[in-house]
């Protein structure tokens, strides 16, 4: 079949399709009163046809279309509590994992901005995977201010591994280049990928330490997939930076405390409370030489023990009984 031909039907069904949810959602908010028992059952309908129409918008990225739809929506509300993944169905994504799903068809930052005013439970709650929609955006060739966006939303989301061990700034690494699409005043893929690595690092420094399954950091993967040279110097120089900074907190340590740890590393043996006191309290000369002279006095003063004796049987108090 040929492409274009499969691509305005595709366009059609889906032009049907929203025109059967508009009819349904106008013939379901004609229905109840407030005080009818049956109220409840039918605003979760129409929330539910909502939702179908939302996910249909973004999948077409019919991005005008659904924010004329959502500004709509916000007077009307949306229980996204009380909708489930089973009755939403396989076709339709849930309340909760919305925003994970738009944000991986490079939406303006408009578009997610009014999804999380609508779905806000959704920003924290992690898929299937275990991903947050900024591993999605992130993977999925997302602008930077979509990126630095999410991250103002939740801060610690840039350190949150999935199900592979990644965190977001691995999927920035390892997909960006050949996701990203020119649009949303984005035209450069080097400086796109710039901006959204500043806005990691500003969050969270260590994460170019964080290795995933595979035991590969970001820097590698950027490495790996021939990103360009200023993603990879900055991580670079990023890494550097942690480093130095965490070699420079052990060296702020007590000298004798740095040694104890030295000697730990070295000796599995275990140290009692005894060692450490001696360790970080070293016996002075005339200490020891006191010491010495209370062992002296206790000698001199020990009564001399009896010699052993053996009983009639001929055992020792250390033979076993019969």
């Known amino acids: 079949m040929n492409p274009c031909t499969s691509r305005q039907k595709r366009a059609e069904s889906t032009v049907h399709s929203l025109y059967i949810i508009d009819r349904s959602v106008e013939k379901l908010s004609l229905g109840p009163l407030p005080d009818d028992k049956n109220c409840t ?19 077409n990225e019919k991005w005008r279309e659904l924010d004329s739809f959502l500004s709509s929506t916000d007077d ?7 909708i489930s993944d089973d009755a939403i169905g396989e076709d339709f994504v849930s309340p909760m994992h919305i925003v994970h799903y738009c ?19 959704g920003v924290k709650v992690p898929d299937k995977i275990g991903r ?7 993977k999925w060739g997302s602008s930077h201010r979509l990126i630095k966006f ?45 901006q959204a690595i500043e806005a990691f690092l500003e969050a969270d420094l260590s994460i170019v330490s964080i290795e995933d399954e595979l035991d590969y950091t970001a820097l590698e993967y950027a490495i790996e997939s ?17 480093w130095k900074e965490k070699q420079k907190t052990s060296t702020t ?35 020891s030489n006191d010491e010495k002279a209370d062992d002296h006095v206790r000698t001199a003063n020990k009564p001399t ?3 052993l004796t053996k009983k009639s049987s001929g055992r020792t108090k250390y033979a076993m009984t019969a």
């Open 41 to 59: 059952e039918r605003t979760m309908a129409v929330d539910k046809l909502r939702l179908h129409k939302i996910t249909h918008l973004i999948a």
């Open 76 to 82: 009307a509300g949306v229980i996204t509590s009380q």
């Open 103 to 121: 944000c991986r068809f490079n939406p303006p930052r408009a578009i997610v901005r009014r999804l999380t005013s609508l779905y806000p439970e």
């Open 132 to 138: 947050l929609p900024l591993h999605h955006a992130a």
């Open 150 to 194: 999410l991250i103002e939303l939740d801060p610690s989301a840039v350190s949150v591994k999935d199900s592979q061990g990644k965190t977001p700034i691995h999927y920035l690494c390892l997909h960006f280049v050949d996701a990203f699409r020119p649009g949303h005043f984005e035209t450069n893929v080097e400086e796109c990928m710039v």
């Open 226 to 242: 021939n990103a360009p040279y200023r993603v990879v110097r900055r991580l670079q120089k990023a890494t550097e930076r942690y």
């Open 253 to 287: 340590m007590p000298s004798n405390v740095h040694a104890l740890n030295e000697a730990s590393q070295g000796n599995d043996a275990f140290h009692t409370p005894d060692m450490v006191h001696q360790t970080l309290n070293p016996p002075t000369i005339a200490s």
């Open 305 to 307: 023990p009896l010699p």
